[in-house]
């Protein structure tokens, strides 16, 4: 059953004539009287009565309302295709780092959430590491994060760089500072994030390249839970500033005095050869021109 014919024939049957069906489609008259012939050719029964008026036949009243629903369908379809096709619609498996996923992200995912109501977005928070493992084997579209270690097969393009905050109890014998040295710190308990993650291997890096000798440390697991250890008098911990603005009662934030202390940061997704759908690549330009220093 040929769609045209069966929207020429619901347009016949609303307007009751073939001439104004045909304006309205922008047809000749003998375009919608072929289509009409063969949608009755192709059913098997006629669907008009041609004599004393055109009305429909019983089995055009019986097409008319079962077809009606797959019209409309039809249509539907047509614009949900049209629609991803042009990046309007669809879905995009975003991962993103802390503290981006945290403190970053929801305002910029609200504002293109209402420029982009249809497309869907799930946000997946994990390690840099993690999550280009994740890209690597199709698991996300793209992420947010630090600068990967191993980027064989993915493209990263740094947006900013997340400057870093020493916290500390409010009565830590530091407090009294207005700027706290990396050196200063590592006499005193450095709470630190896991092993493989990028904020902790690159404070690591920066207190070897201090000559400062190994500090005393404890292992938690979430970045976003330090601020609440540093607050039971667990220790102290270099966090990105975005989470030491507001820190929680008991705790102060103080800036880091001497060598620039951050990490870069931006979007990672998969090379040219595996190409961003058309709502991914909208997402990806939205979040660039949004972060982008």
């Not at 041609?50 to 097409?63: A, F, Y």
């Not at 249509?75 to 981006?100: I, N, Y």
């Not at 700027?179 to 710190?185: A, I, P, Y």
């Not at 009662?249 to 620039?260: D, E, F, H, K, M």
Request: charged fraction near 25%; proline fraction near 6%.
């Amino acid at each position: 059953m040929d769609p045209k014919s069966l929207r020429a024939f619901h347009r016949i049957a609303a307007l009751g004539s073939f001439r104004l069906a045909a304006e309205e489609l922008n047809y000749a008259q003998s375009t919608v009287t072929m289509q009409i012939q063969r949608l009755e050719e192709d059913l098997g029964v006629m669907l008009f009565e041609r004599t004393g008026g055109l009305r429909l036949t019983g089995e055009g009243r019986l097409l008319r309302e079962r077809s009606l629903p797959i019209l409309q369908d039809m249509d539907r379809l047509r614009r949900s295709l049209t629609e991803l096709r042009e990046g309007d619609a669809g879905e995009v498996r975003l991962g993103a780092t802390e503290p981006a996923v945290s403190c970053r992200l929801p305002a910029l995912l609200k504002r293109f959430a209402e420029r982009y109501p249809k497309i869907r977005i799930s946000v997946e928070s994990a390690s840099t590491p993690v999550l280009s493992e994740r890209l690597r084997k199709g698991g996300l579209d793209l992420a947010l994060c630090a600068t990967p270690e191993h980027a064989e097969g993915l493209h990263f393009e740094q947006l900013y760089r997340e400057p870093f905050a020493a916290l500390m109890p409010a009565d830590h014998p530091l407090a009294s500072q207005a700027h706290v040295r990396l050196d200063d710190l590592v006499a005193y308990k450095l709470l630190v994030t896991a092993s493989n993650c990028p904020y902790r291997r690159k404070l690591e890096l920066l207190l070897a390249e201090s000559g400062a000798p190994a500090a005393e440390t404890m292992e938690i697991g979430s970045m976003t839970a330090l601020a609440s250890y540093v607050a039971m008098g667990l220790g102290v911990a270099l966090v990105p500033r975005v989470l030491a603005d507001k820190p929680p009662p008991g705790v102060l934030s103080r800036p880091i005095q001497g060598a620039a202390v951050d990490m870069a940061c931006g979007l990672l997704s998969r090379t040219s050869e595996s190409p961003l759908t058309p709502a991914g690549a909208k997402l990806y330009a939205a979040l660039r021109d949004k972060l982008a220093e």
